[in-house]
Nanobody, 114 residues
Framework: QVQLVESGGGLVQAGGSLRLSCVAS????????MGWYRQAPGKQRELVAT???????NYADSLKGRFTISRDNAKNTVSLQMNSLKPEDTAVYYC????????WGQGTQVTVSS
């Protein structure tokens, strides 16, 4: 079983930046596809970005250019750099790992004030 712990959420003004991090347990982190998803109040959880074991990235079309996903296999960490934040980016952000099974973190709240 993989345990995922997110950090880095908080309150930020529109136009600001935040960097989320997710640390995974286990010793085969490099083999996982990692992802960030988000869920706003009253809405379904949606894809933000994913990164494969070989570093290939995929982003939600609406977030390209503002968000950047990266990974550090030596630290079992996947990060999400979020720039030019907007109030509509307010959501709980979840880290996700996928290989043979899918695991989720507990989520971290991001609130963007106007």
């Amino acid at each position: 079983q993989v345990q995922l712990v997110e950090s880095g959420g908080g309150l930020v003004q529109a136009g600001g930046s935040l960097r989320l991090s997710c640390v995974a347990s286990g010793n085969i982190f490099s083999l996982y596809t990692m992802g960030w998803y988000r869920q706003a109040p009253g809405k379904q959880r949606e894809l933000v970005a994913t990164i494969t074991s070989n570093g290939r990235t995929n982003y939600a079309d609406s977030l390209k250019g503002r968000f950047t996903i990266s990974r550090d296999n030596a630290k079992n960490t996947v990060s999400l750099q979020m720039n030019s934040l907007k109030p509509e980016d307010t959501a709980v952000y979840y880290c996700n790992s996928k290989r043979e099974s899918i695991y989720w973190g507990q989520g971290t709240q991001v609130t963007v004030s106007s």
